[in-house]
T-cell receptor, first 113, second 112 residues
Framework: GNSVTQMEGPVTLSEEAFLTINCTYT??????LFWYVQYPGEGLQLLLK?????DKGSNKGFEATYRKETTSFHLEKGSVQVSDSAVYFC????????????FGKGTKLSVKP | NAGVTQTPKFRVLKTGQSMTLLCAQD?????MYWYRQDPGMGLRLIHY???????AKGEVPDGYNVSRLKKQNFLLGLESAAPSQTSVYFC???????????FGPGTRLTVT
């Protein structure tokens, strides 16, 4: 079946450190891939997306590249800030799913000053 | 433009009680979804709707019912609450498949 696996947290980094959160997927066909972020006490909001192989999504200094050959969509940021502390979810949608998202379990990031 | 709103924000129920969670969106979206979020589980789809008057089951539908009588509203009902339904419930909507989904702020439900 279709699924998303992302690295387990929590991840604790110092401010200005480099961030990578790994995400791999299993899906039939050609899914669209997403990263959502959930700040404490809030709902989820879209961080970035990519809809086809080799596409790079980017937003707020975060980037992720759709790699079909490795079925991956790793999230990266060159220099994290305290305000990036949140839970990050990798997710996909696929044809025939009526648009619902298949989520990974989430990775909690804490950035210390 | 309020986006997606959910009512109530918090609720405590006793086992066997019933309640309805309301989701409203003002973006004229066709697709609406109910997810539940549990620790270490990510979000899982309960029910969804692809348009006014339509509903369908998701991954974890047991113990829940839904209705979409108006395009802007999607109701989630618990007829007889169980402790296993203690969770945070999120509603989301989108214009079309593969588009960004907009999430509400969530409802934290505790069943004792």
């Amino acid at each position: 079946g279709n699924s998303v696996t992302q690295m387990e947290g929590p991840v604790t980094l110092s401010e200005e450190a480099f961030l990578t959160i790994n995400c791999t997927y299993t899906a039939t066909g050609y899914p669209s891939l997403f990263w959502y972020v959930q700040y404490p006490g809030e709902g989820l909001q879209l961080l970035l997306k990519a809809t086809k192989a080799d596409d790079k999504g980017s937003n707020k200094g975060f980037e992720a590249t759709y790699r079909k050959e490795t079925t991956s969509f790793h999230l990266e940021k060159g220099s994290v800030q305290v305000s990036d502390s949140a839970v990050y979810f990798c997710a996909l949608t696929y044809g025939g799913s009526q648009g619902n998202l298949i989520f990974g379990k989430g990775t909690k990031l804490s950035v210390k000053p | 433009n309020a986006g997606v709103t959910q009512t109530p924000k918090f609720r405590v129920l006793k086992t066997g009680q019933s309640m309805t969670l309301l989701c409203a969106q003002d973006m004229n979206h066709e697709y609406m979804y109910w997810y539940r979020q549990d620790p270490g589980m990510g979000l899982r789809l309960i029910h969804y709707s692809v348009g006014e008057g339509t509903t369908a089951k998701g991954e974890v539908p047991d113990g829940y019912n839904v209705s979409r009588l108006k395009k802007q509203n999607f109701l989630l009902g618990l007829e007889s609450a169980a402790p296993s339904q203690t969770s945070v419930y999120f509603c989301a909507s989108t214009y079309e498949q593969d588009y960004e989904q907009y999430f509400g702020p969530g409802t934290r439900l505790t069943v004792t």
